[in-house]
Each structure stands twice: as structure tokens, then as C-alpha cells.
């Protein structure tokens, strides 16, 4: 079982980043959480590989967006109008029972840094 993401980087704020996850294996529900120095890993967004169900958190909302490319197995997060509060390092997780939580997610990737300065 493998997540291979890429795509973080230094950006300004307002600017966009494309974040991408790559499986190898298709599983029910893949998520993306984030968690920034000293804080805890918090959910940012998930979807239902079957009819690409999305779920948002509310931060993230209208800002971000979570599609994936069967063929490729791929998951995307495109992450638009930044702000320095979402500056973290980015994970990828598959295999849940629950779209949200992270303590249920079975595999995670290696994480990747977004820095937005201000």
C-alpha cells in the first residue's frame, strides 16, 4: 500500500496550489488532513471514490476543491485564495469508514509542506 503526494511549495497569500495523491489501490473514501506546527491533524477534505461524494471542512469551504482521476488513482486538492492559517503539512490518507476522522483512516502518505507567507 502506497500515497505518494506532491505538489506543496511556498506561495503567497491569495495565491493557489494543486496538491495530488497517487494509490496504489482504489479504496472507498480518500481524505486530506493537515496539521500545522504545534497543532493537532485536523480533516481539510475528503471523497467517496464510488459517485465522488465530497465532504469540506468549514475553514476550507469554497476555497478548496477534492476531485480525483480513476484511471490514474489519483486524488487532487486544489487549493485556491490562501491565507497563512493554511500553512501546514498536507497528508493524504485512504481506507475509512468515515470520511472526517483521522484516527480511522488506515494508510497514510509521508506529507507534503504548504507555506503561504503573508
Known amino acids: 500500500v502506497e500515497l505518494v503526494e506532491s505538489g506543496g511549495g511556498l506561495v503567497q497569500s491569495g495565491g493557489s496550489l494543486r496538491l495530488s495523491c497517487t494509490a496504489s489501490?482504489?479504496?472507498?473514501?480518500m481524505g486530506w488532513f493537515r496539521q500545522a506546527s504545534g497543532k493537532e491533524r485536523e480533516f481539510v477534505a475528503a471523497i467517496k471514490w464510488s459517485g465522488g461524494v465530497t465532504y469540506y471542512a468549514d475553514s476550507v469551504k469554497g476555497r478548496f476543491t477534492i476531485s480525483r482521476d480513476d484511471a490514474k488513482i489519483t486524488v487532487f486538492l486544489q487549493m485556491n485564495s490562501l491565507k497563512p492559517e493554511d500553512t501546514a503539512i498536507y497528508y493524504c490518507?485512504?481506507?475509512?469508514?468515515?470520511?472526517?476522522?483521522?484516527?480511522?483512516?488506515?494508510?497514510w502518505g509521508q506529507g507534503t509542506q504548504v507555506t503561504v507567507s503573508s
Open positions: 490518507a485512504a481506507e475509512s469508514a468515515s470520511a472526517t476522522i483521522a484516527t480511522l483512516y488506515r494508510f
Open positions: 489501490f482504489r479504496s472507498v473514501t
